[in-house]
């Protein structure tokens, strides 16, 4: 790592060299400001001519010469900060990561900043603005208003918060809510009001819970993590479900607190960050920073700045939190670090959880990577000797690992996709007063849409994959590029009637479940289910309070949770990661099969959990659930040795797409070809080969992959290949990108 410098000054006759965003990997030299007086330092944002149009870029630092002509330097238009919002370890890490990612340094500082800082805005907090009833307003009944139905729909909302709402909570509402409000002001029946600046999504609200006794192995975590405090630690700590990792978090975070630092607590999904603040701000009588893509800009501005001032003791985000300053760091935590969630899969294709580990290294701070079931990457590093490895083998208090039973349905009698087995277990868990979840990893109805008489297949126009069906909506939708279209009523081809859904999404489960237990509550956790603010909170408490007894739903219900209720969990099919083109989905089916199954049993009451399988002899699949994922991880890396796979070799995938489906593949070609002409010396290429899906929203794709045992090797090729590329001739006719670790393939 390089050692930070304190940044340089430089006068206005320096030229000034700025990351700007735009595809282009290098810097862009310009001249001071006219009239510019004060000295400035590199991080502060500069608004600078760029083509036709202006653009904010970031100042990285200052230069005397120039390989541009002075002559035809421009002159920056405006310096926007009196101090850098980036600190030099920051851009550091930014330009790290563009170097590594191999993606151009302007988008990647582009990234970094919220919205409202990339487009000029003052880095300063706004009042939040609410709406009220005046009296008058409280006095009204909305349901006179019937011939005002949206007045009345906005108005009865106002009457039920009291406190207010303010425009992220209006706008969940139907249509456009701004009308209503001009005439509701109007009628003297609301009124505006802002806020003094209060740091976005900051609360200091807190219950002052007493925390429960640790045991042991939770206490010797939090003394190793404190004891490491102040030096780079990198600490894998591996923990059973419900074995208390997040307890851990909140001690060693108490102790950050104390020495006057702050802690970053990485979360993979946007639905885990509600119950992990809820659970910190029980604990902590701190501002909590929360920072992610479902926040309104606003508030990703506010945490962004109270993280950065100090303000903020604890920010709590996902992805792209990693990125945030920080004033004091003390502490950072990446939890469920093996998710695919933390690999950004589009733009800049950076890893979150490497970045963290980079950013504690430069920081000098422990780095905790929490997981039940660790990535093979970092059981690899720990293997490697370097991080450090922690252990929690057992559950918190009094509750106890599920039992794990493998169904074997070959041959069996079905209803739908549960077997007798399963449905009998269900109503015993029922019976006894627990409840039930059952995983599936598909949403809608049916993944397809079939005609029983000629055997056509709805598919997708700009896909090459087959519609879901939703039945509700009546609607087929494309769970690649977002396509609908209303479910054909007869066959395009034959014009039968006889239309079959083919397969079994949550949708259909549900439905299943609902015929097959009436009169229970039941709820449906998946993407569908949970577009609405606040949706998934709403349905999860039905469940705390007991109203909703079995619960279906995706891979969102698979991590994180905590349902002291659930005895059982059903997972309906386990075989599409035993066989899978994938060679990480071997690994992946571990995690989830664990993951899942950590939700039952969880407080005093014993859990189980059935796998339905088709292949009940598989020997992974028994070595799982025998000997536990340390087992399953020490085979399947063996299997990954034996392959020379990684994470024992590198790799990085470029893909290219066109309108025109011979384009991508004499990219990629003539790609190739530049590659050899450099010197791919120790690096394999492999292909190029059509994507796995070879037409997707309407594109043609292919992909070529790089592969080499040592990772200087292959970054040694994709610095120089990288850069030329832009200069092949189809380069211009495709769109074409790199993914370094990448981690979907297929």
Not at 174 to 185: A, C, F, H, M
Request: charged share 20%.
């Amino acid at each position: 790592m390089k050692e930070a410098t304190t940044p340089p000054t430089f006068d206005s006759a320096a030229i000034l060299r700025i990351a700007v965003p735009s595809p282009l990997y290098r810097y862009f030299d310009y001249l001071s400001p006219i009239h510019a007086t004060t000295n400035v330092k590199p991080g502060v944002r500069v608004r600078v001519p760029f083509g036709r149009t202006q653009t904010i870029g970031v100042l990285m630092g200052t230069t005397s010469e120039s390989d541009v002509p002075p002559s035809k330097l421009k002159h920056a238009l405006e310096i926007l900060d009196d101090e850098p919002l980036l600190s030099a370890d920051l851009l550091y890490l930014a330009q790290w990561a563009a170097d590594y990612y191999h993606h151009p340094i302007g988008e990647v500082l582009s990234s970094v900043l919220p919205p409202p800082l990339r487009r000029g805005r003052a880095a300063e907090q706004k009042g939040r603005t609410t709406w009220h009833l005046t009296p008058e307003g409280r006095s009204i009944n909305a349901t006179d208003l019937t011939r005002a139905p949206r007045q009345a729909m906005l108005l009865a909302m106002l009457q039920q918060h009291p406190d207010g709402l303010t425009a992220d909570q209006l706008t969940d509402s139907e249509g456009d809510w701004r009308p209503i409000l001009k005439s509701l002001v109007k009628k003297g029946w609301i009124q505006q009001k802002t806020e003094a600046p209060r740091g976005g999504h900051v609360d200091t609200d807190h219950s002052g819970e007493t925390p429960p006794v640790l045991n042991d192995a939770q206490q010797r975590a939090v003394e190793h993590i404190v004891n490491a405090s102040t030096q780079f630690c990198p600490i894998l700590l591996e923990g059973v479900t419900g074995s208390g990792k997040t307890e851990v978090y909140l001690k060693a975070i108490e102790h950050i607190i104390e020495s006057g630092r702050q802690a970053l607590v990485l979360a993979p999904e946007i639905g885990l960050t509600p119950q992990l603040v809820a659970r910190f701000r029980e604990r902590f009588a701190v501002p909590i920073a929360v920072t992610h893509s479902g926040l309104s800009d606003g508030d990703r501005l506010s945490a962004w700045l109270t993280a950065r001032s100090g303000e903020s003791a604890i920010l709590i985000g996902t992805r792209s939190a990693v990125l945030t300053p920080l004033k004091n760091p003390g502490l950072i935590i990446v939890d469920e670090e093996h998710d695919l969630s933390f690999k950004q899969q589009e733009g800049f294709r950076y890893s979150a959880r490497d970045l963290a580990v980079l950013r504690a290294k430069y920081a000098n701070i422990p780095i905790v990577l929490g997981s039940a079931t660790p990535s093979l990457e970092s059981l690899l590093n720990v293997e490697s000797k370097r991080y450090q490895h922690l252990r929690l083998p057992q559950r918190a208090g009094r509750a106890t690992s599920p039992t794990i039973h493998i169904l074997d349905i070959r041959g069996q009698r079905m209803r739908e996709c549960l077997s007798a087995a399963l449905i009998a277990e269900i109503q015993k868990h029922l019976s006894a007063g627990g409840q039930a979840l059952l995983f599936l990893n598909r949403r809608g109805y049916a993944p397809t849409l079939m005609c029983h008489d000629c055997g056509w297949v709805a598919e997708c126009r700009r896909c090459d994959a087959h519609m879901t069906l939703h039945h509700g909506e009546r609607q087929l939708r494309c769970h690649h590029c977002g396509a609908q279209r209303p479910a054909e009523k007869s066959c395009p081809t034959c014009s039968s009637e006889n239309l079959i859904p083919v397969g079994r999404g949550t949708e259909r489960l549900n439905e299943l479940l609902a015929e097959r237990f009436p009169g229970v509550g039941i709820v449906r956790v998946d993407r569908d289910t949970t577009r609405r603010k606040g949706a998934m909170e709403s349905m999860l408490e039905t469940v705390h309070r007991g109203e909703s007894r079995i619960l279906v739903g995706t891979q969102m219900l698979a991590k994180g949770h905590h349902f002291p209720n659930i005895t059982l969990v059903g997972i309906v099919d386990v075989d599409y990661g035993l066989f899978s083109a994938d060679f990480r989905a071997t690994e992946r089916m571990g995690q989830l099969i664990l993951q899942v199954a950590g939700r039952a049993g969880r407080a005093d009451h014993p859990g189980e959990v059935f796998l339905q399988t088709h292949h009940p002899e598989h020997p992974l699949l028994h070595l799982l659930i025998s000997q536990g994922y340390g087992a399953f991880a020490e085979a399947t890396l063996a299997e990954r040795y034996q392959a020379q796979l990684p994470p024992y070799t590198h790799i990085a995938l470029l893909r290219a797409e066109a309108t025109t489906a011979e384009l991508p593949p004499a990219f990629l070609e003539n790609a190739k070809a530049l590659a050899i002409d450099i010197g791919a010396i120790g690096v394999a290429l492999m292909g190029p080969v059509p994507a796995p899906m070879p037409k997707r929203a309407g594109r043609y794709r292919g992909q070529l992959l790089l592969l080499s045992p040592q990772r200087g090797s292959l970054q040694r090729l994709l610095s120089s290949w990288t850069k030329q590329l832009s200069t092949l001739k189809l380069a211009r006719k495709v769109r074409w990108s790199i993914d370094v670790d990448a981690l979907e393939l297929f």
